[in-house]
């Protein structure tokens, strides 16, 4: 599900109850997309999946970011897929037992595109708004037996929005293609889980 408009979080999902750390670092959007997928595991074996996952378990999703990226960037099938962002200048926003939320601020730069945050990055994330600048935040959340993963966007003037809006037309197709497979992998890493099977040597997907 894709909505194009800002706005605050309304009664069409799991954020709109008001208790999604999502929406305390990033309430308003001017862009969003949100995914879905019914998994039958306790909330913490799904989110500790969704922050384990490797590279190898997705083999489709690292030959898709090994061609964006050109073959400039290796993605090491031992390395969790988290690890793209959190080394790259994203940082964990929040962790409980049921959702993690991930965000980066990006500067409209080629020379310094990452924006480094300091000791309290949920709060930095949240306030920031100098000017020229895309904000973007994503997180997995599990309740009522479904993993959800939801990303907004916040430009912080006119011009960023412009921008990221060509942007956004243009990967917002595999965009969605991404964040299923993504999902997928993170279910088969609970089942196998759950038989017993380990991680990302126990079985390929997508």
């Not at 990303?151 to 969605?176: E, H, M, N, Q």
Request: charged fraction near 30%.
């Amino acid at each position: 599900m894709t909505d194009k408009r800002a706005g605050t979080p309304r009664g069409d999902g799991p954020t709109a109850d008001g208790r999604s750390a999502l929406d305390g670092v990033i309430p308003e959007w001017d862009r969003r997309e949100r995914h879905r997928l019914p998994v039958a595991a306790d909330a913490d074996t799904v989110i500790r999946a969704a922050e384990e996952l490797t590279w190898g378990e997705v083999p489709s999703f690292r030959r898709t970011m090994a061609t964006v990226g050109m073959g400039r960037v290796r993605f090491d099938r031992e390395r969790p897929v988290l690890s793209m962002f959190l080394d790259n200048g994203f940082r964990l926003l929040h962790r409980s037992e049921d959702q993690l939320v991930v965000g980066g601020i990006e500067r409209i730069s080629r020379k310094q595109p990452i924006v480094m945050m300091g000791e309290e990055p949920a709060a930095e994330f949240r306030d920031f708004a100098m000017p020229s600048h895309i904000l973007i935040a994503f997180d997995f959340r599990y309740a009522d037996g479904v993993l959800t993963t939801e990303t907004r966007v916040r430009c912080t003037d006119a011009k960023a929005r412009r921008l990221f809006g060509a942007y956004w037309c243009v990967i917002r197709p595999g965009s969605g293609a991404i964040r299923h497979v993504w999902l997928r992998g993170i279910r088969r890493r609970v089942l196998r889980e759950q038989s017993g099977q380990g991680g990302a040597d126990a079985g390929r997907g997508r």
